[in-house]
């Protein structure tokens, strides 16, 4: 009972009946209550001898980010019920994280919760497309902007149209969006990155109709979809979705070909259209850089806590834009501690889903197919990240849950007495001896803190060394 009610929880997460259909319910919060009483079955389940996927070192970390937004809040002025309204805002991403590695405990579940996030996405990029093309509740699934040439220009002088597809004025600039969490067109483009390599997962050799019908159809559906949302980072995110995945299923060799191949095509025809072209020198990617350095300024002011869970609008004094980057929100908001966890549980999660395709683990197993589909899932979401606020957004932590989950089964799977479980993700009590020597999570964190530090320092000297235009 507590399964279904949890790939219900996974659907409606990605596709929002109530908001589509019975927008006056959306106020009794159902999802909230669709969680609690999931979460409480689950807990009984547990408490029944049910297994968890994620070990105490996962949820330390987990926990101890959660601890961190709060303490940003208390440390910057917030107070107690700052904090409780930033643990408030954060309970979505809470929920999907312990409800995941609650629930997701064999291959059966993980296929199940996969194809759940599939379905509720492609039907949400239906109906955007839909919108796109009849205009039938366009206004709610389809974001306007003016385009840059006419950014000053008078906008009541704009000829009118019936449905955005049917619009070649130039004025505007149309990008398809879902409802709930996913109304920004961005974060709905990445969460169809993250699932384009799950798809993946119902490929079956020699039944090509199958295919076509299950992997096809819907790939198709999502491929649209990305394009209509005009996101410039999920274009890159397809690819860095596509390189991690084809690396580790087909070798360098075959993946350098079929990079040159793919930049050919993309070259011939741009998924992101004419109208927001990837460039550093936009205004937008100037904002964007300068977003960055005000991050920078504000971890050097509040090294420790940084300015606070949500000030980081309040503090950039480019137009209160946000940091538009995942990482540098983080550091900003919640300064060096909250990064190091924060990237700690990235690094954790990534060493785990990894293993599960390397040795002892028997290789062209369902489970290690699962795991390189994760990981390109994961490759494709972060680069989106990169140039995304979205370190609390509960998508992430889904994922993180995902690929935890794939580990757990993997390591159930496996013959305890020839490849015994990692002693770094047992309890600490286990072999302390070992968890001392074995500080891959940590260094993982501290490499992360300094590569993505340098990445964005590049940025911003690149930036105040190119001439102005």
């Not at 709060?70 to 917030?78: F, K």
């Not at 011939?268 to 460039?279: F, L, P, Q």
């Not at 995902?402 to 013959?415: G, K």
Request: aromatic letters at 10%; hydrophobic letters at 45%.
């Amino acid at each position: 009972m507590s399964f279904a009610l949890y790939l219900l929880y996974v659907f409606m997460t990605f596709f929002r009946p109530v908001e589509m259909y019975a927008p006056d319910l959306a106020s009794l919060r159902p999802m909230l209550t669709l969680s609690m009483v999931c979460l409480f079955l689950s807990w009984r389940n547990v408490r029944a001898g049910s297994p968890i996927a994620a070990r105490n070192i996962h949820f330390k970390l987990f926990f101890g980010f959660c601890t961190m937004i709060s303490l940003s809040q208390i440390a910057n002025d917030g107070g107690p019920n700052g904090a409780l309204q930033a643990i408030n805002e954060f309970t979505p991403s809470i929920m999907l994280f312990v409800l995941t590695v609650l629930n997701v405990n064999t291959l059966d579940r993980l296929q199940k919760t996969c194809l759940a996030t599939i379905i509720g996405l492609v039907i949400a990029a239906g109906y955007g497309i839909s919108a796109f093309h009849t205009g039938e509740r366009w206004t709610d699934l389809v974001m306007i902007q003016k385009h840059p040439d006419h950014d000053l220009d008078d906008m009541s002088k704009a000829p009118p149209f019936d449905a955005p597809a049917n619009d070649d004025s130039g004025w505007y600039v149309f990008r398809v969006r879902s409802l709930g969490p996913l109304s920004d067109p961005n974060d709905f483009a990445q969460a169809m990155v993250m699932a384009l390599p799950m798809l993946m997962g119902l490929y079956r050799k020699g039944q090509l109709l199958r295919n076509l019908m299950l992997i096809g159809a819907p790939g198709g559906i999502l491929f649209y979809a990305i394009k209509l949302t005009q996101s410039r980072g999920a274009q890159i995110g397809i690819g860095a979705a596509l390189l991690v995945g084809s690396l580790k299923l087909f070798g360098l060799k075959k993946t350098l070909i079929g990079a040159v191949v793919m930049g050919v095509l993309v070259s011939a025809g741009s998924i992101g259209g004419t109208k927001r072209e990837i460039s550093g020198k936009d205004k937008s990617s100037e904002d964007r850089i300068l977003s960055w350095s005000s991050g920078v300024d504000m971890l050097g002011n509040n090294p420790i806590f940084g300015v606070g869970y949500g000030n980081f609008e309040d503090n950039n004094p480019v137009d209160h834009l946000t940091a538009h980057n995942s990482f540098v929100l983080c550091f900003a908001e919640l300064g060096l501690s909250g990064y190091f966890i924060w990237m700690g549980l990235i690094a954790l999660t990534i060493k785990c889903v990894t293993s599960c395709t390397r040795p002892p683990n028997p290789p062209n197993t369902e489970v290690s197919q699962m795991a390189v589909l994760l990981l390109a899932a994961m490759a494709g979401f972060f680069t989106c990240g990169w140039f995304l606020s979205r370190t609390y957004q509960s998508t992430l932590y889904f994922l993180l849950a995902l690929c935890i989950a794939c580990w757990h089964i993997s390591e159930t799977q496996r013959d305890e007495e020839t490849a015994p479980k990692s002693a770094e993700l047992l309890p600490p009590t286990s072999n302390p001896a070992m968890e001392d020597k074995r500080l891959s999570w940590r260094l993982g964190a501290l490499i992360g803190m300094a590569i993505t530090f340098a990445v964005v320092e590049g940025f911003i000297i690149n930036q105040q060394m190119s001439p102005s235009e």
